[in-house]
């Protein structure tokens, strides 16, 4: 009889565990829906709507603000669309590339686009890793970058990679012009983006056309297969008038 009691009670135990953990599990879903949902409508950038482009017009939102197109109906934009596209790059894992041209405003026409260079970066000849230390120039190569790509960027091991934090402390120098203080180097040793081409007093007043496109990758793996993914290319292109 006392063991029968105690396998009652050893079963109602694990009933109350199940039920417990149910409920945790279905908290922790419904917490995460609801900070999903929080996100999606306090990103501006959500609302953005994509227009077909019809020559010779623009277009309105309802707020009264408006957007230009190039003739191939590309948008017209400035900084206050490009700042909030970079600082999501990595979280979206886009690709985002600055080139410049000289624009035609009467015809709504650019010359070929050349690269926007952002900074440059020195990687390790052998592991092509980035380098910020004394390592003799003879073993790296200087590269120069126009694109912010946190999968390249990862590749390369840039110091600013390891977190979201380090991610916009990085992107505010770029911005503002500033030093970037490395992590690992306990602040003495920085990368200076004074006078950058994306410092924001310098661009403040820029145009830029807007090119968004994807790409179609795939990853290779002889156990689980290949993997398919879409990579979204974002390119804006400053215009010389």
């Known amino acids: 009889m006392e063991n029968a009691v105690r396998a009652l009670e050893m079963a109602f135990a694990v009933l109350i565990f199940v039920i ?8 922790f879903s419904t917490a995460k829906r609801t900070s999903d949902f929080v996100i999606q409508h306090s990103d501006e950038t959500a609302y953005y709507n994509y227009i077909d482009y019809t020559e010779g017009v623009g277009y309105t939102f309802p ?3 408006t957007y230009t197109y190039d003739s191939q109906g590309n948008r017209i934009v400035g900084l206050e669309t490009i700042i909030p596209t970079v600082y999501k790059y990595s979280k979206e894992r886009d690709r985002v590339e600055f080139y410049e041209a000289n624009y035609n405003e009467e015809e709504g026409t650019y010359s070929t686009p050349k690269e926007l260079i952002i ?6 000849k052998n592991s092509g890793k980035a380098v910020y ?15 912010f790509d946190i999968a390249i960027e990862m590749e390369r091991s840039e110091p600013w990679v390891a977190s979201t934090t380090e991610i916009k402390k990085h992107l505010d120098s770029i911005f503002n012009g500033s030093n970037y203080y490395l992590p690992q180097y306990l602040g003495n040793v920085f990368i200076s983006y004074q006078n950058n081409n994306l410092q924001m007093k310098n661009i403040s ?3 830029f056309i807007e090119k968004i496109g994807r790409i179609t990758e795939v990853e290779e793996d002889e156990i689980i297969g290949n993997k398919t993914t879409t990579k979204t290319i974002i390119q804006y292109i400053l215009l010389h008038y």
């Open 20 to 27: 417990a953990l149910t409920v945790t599990i279905t908290s």
């Open 63 to 65: 707020d009264g603000s």
């Open 119 to 124: 900074y440059t970066t020195r990687l390790n």
């Open 133 to 147: 230390n004394n390592s003799s120039i003879l073993d790296t190569e200087k590269i120069n970058v126009y694109y």
């Open 205 to 207: 007043n820029m145009k």
